[in-house]
T-cell receptor, first 115, second 112 residues
Framework: EAGVAQSPRYKIIEKRQSVAFWCNPISGHATLYWYQQILGQGPKLLIQFQNNGVVDDSQLPKDRFSAERLKGVDSTLKIQPAKLEDSAVYLC?????????????FGNGTRLTVT | QQQVKQSPQSLIVQKGGISIINCAYENTAFDYFPWYQQFPGKGPALLIAIRPDVSEKKEGRFTISFNKSAKQFSLHIMDSQPGDSATYFCAATSSDNNDMRFGAGTRLTVKP
């Protein structure tokens, strides 16, 4: 079973620039999550999708972050404009279905550095 | 944001020893408590999980102990090995919103 694929692995941008991250979940997984992991902290949920619908985006800074999940498969997370405090690892995860009985499978993340 | 407090921040254990990581939570609606293991450059991977209807769950060398009245749970790694060196995160979620809340992590180093 192929894991969750994310790209790019690393990205360095200047503040006020825009950036996009891509995620391809495990085949057949209906639920997709984006997490932000700041250095030295645990992951923090930004948004979760069930198929191509948003289930929860209450912690997504919507003035600068946006996400979409096309056709219920791949997803992109965008930041525009980036701030210094956005420097973090952005993790995508997927699960077979919504709920605790479906474990999360994480990708290896995209490390973003904003200078 | 933080609803799960984890300690210690770092831990050094000799090979063959017992590693113990503790977590405490605030939200009584939490009803699922997983532990994740993360190696450098990798995403977290589910290690073991427990629900509050049991006080202990064991899988191989890994055991979760759960104290519902104290709102605390802990991970015990028996016979710790250098390959266990990683960052461990406790987490908690409730069945009604699927928003996993993570602790800040414990960096475990097992010395050979």
């Amino acid at each position: 079973e192929a894991g969750v694929a994310q790209s790019p692995r690393y990205k360095i941008i200047e503040k006020r620039q825009s950036v996009a991250f891509w995620c391809n979940p495990i085949s057949g997984h209906a639920t997709l999550y984006w997490y932000q992991q700041i250095l030295g902290q645990g992951p923090k949920l930004l948004i979760q999708f069930q198929n191509n619908g948003v289930v929860d985006d209450s912690q997504l800074p919507k003035d600068r972050f946006s996400a979409e999940r096309l056709k219920g498969v791949d997803s992109t997370l965008k930041i525009q404009p980036a701030k210094l405090e956005d420097s973090a690892v952005y993790l995508c995860a997927s699960s077979l279905d919504w709920g605790q009985d479906s474990p999360l499978h994480f990708g290896n993340g995209t490390r973003l550095t904003v200078t | 944001q933080q609803q799960v407090k984890q300690s210690p921040q770092s831990l050094i254990v000799q090979k063959g020893g017992i590693s113990i990581i503790n977590c405490a939570y605030e939200n009584t609606a939490f009803d699922y408590f997983p532990w994740y293991q993360q190696f450098p450059g990798k995403g977290p991977a589910l290690l073991i999980a427990i629900r509050p209807d049991v006080s202990e769950k064991k899988e191989g060398r890994f055991t979760i102990s759960f104290n519902k009245s104290a709102k605390q749970f802990s991970l015990h790694i028996m016979d710790s090995q250098p390959g266990d060196s990683a960052t461990y995160f406790c987490a908690a979620t409730s069945s009604d919103n699927n928003d996993m809340r993570f602790g800040a992590g414990t960096r475990l180093t097992v010395k050979p």
